[in-house]
């Protein structure tokens, strides 16, 4: 008699609550979101500014995918080659990277992209990409110059992942790291 009531009563239960699905039976399944996107991202080119603590022209890049950002301490010449297109500012005689674009154009090459590559013993490596004649061709460049020609020709400043990693965890420094 009290196996028929606790019967009765569990049946009651599964039809005033509902019976839980098979699938809620079941462990819940780990919370995996899409992968991670790592490689190069694009950088916004902020600003080129003087920091305030070591009184060195600076320029400021800020990742597009996930916002990190980073500053490299930049030479005054250098800083003036980043500004001065920032600005949208046209110097009355063509400046060093300005030189350079019209060299490729008449070559008929072209900038496609810039990657800062690296980031070793406080100094920044980059790698400036051109195309020409169906093929590309891949130059080592100081990432200061390789900006300043991208802002110029209007194409990507990419900064690898670990360009990022290291800059963040390296301590301030005072001097140009181009």
Do not use: W
């Not at 098979?22 to 920091?51: F, N, Y």
């Not at 154009?105 to 100094?123: F, H, N, Q, Y």
Request: net charge positive; charged share 20%.
């Amino acid at each position: 008699m009290i196996n028929c009531r606790v019967g009765l009563i569990a049946l009651l239960s599964l039809a005033l609550l509902g019976a839980p699905e098979r699938a809620s039976l079941a462990p819940e399944p780990p919370d995996v979101g899409p992968p991670k996107v790592t490689g190069p991202q694009e950088v916004e080119v902020v600003a080129v500014l003087i920091d305030q603590r070591t009184q060195q022209p600076t320029v400021l890049l800020q990742g597009k995918r996930d916002k990190r950002s980073l500053s490299m301490a930049i030479g005054l010449a250098e800083a003036t080659g980043i500004a001065v297109p920032l600005q949208g500012a046209t110097p009355p005689r063509p400046l060093t990277h300005d030189l350079f674009l019209t060299l490729f154009g008449r070559l008929k090459v072209a900038l496609s992209r810039v990657v800062i590559t690296d980031l070793r013993e406080d100094i920044y490596y980059a790698t400036i990409y051109l195309a020409a004649n169906g093929g590309e061709m891949q130059l080592d460049a100081r990432p200061s110059d390789a900006i300043a020609l991208a802002i110029r020709a209007k194409v990507p400043v990419l900064v690898e992942d670990r360009v990022f990693e290291k800059t963040s965890t390296r301590p301030p420094r005072g001097g140009p790291s181009i």
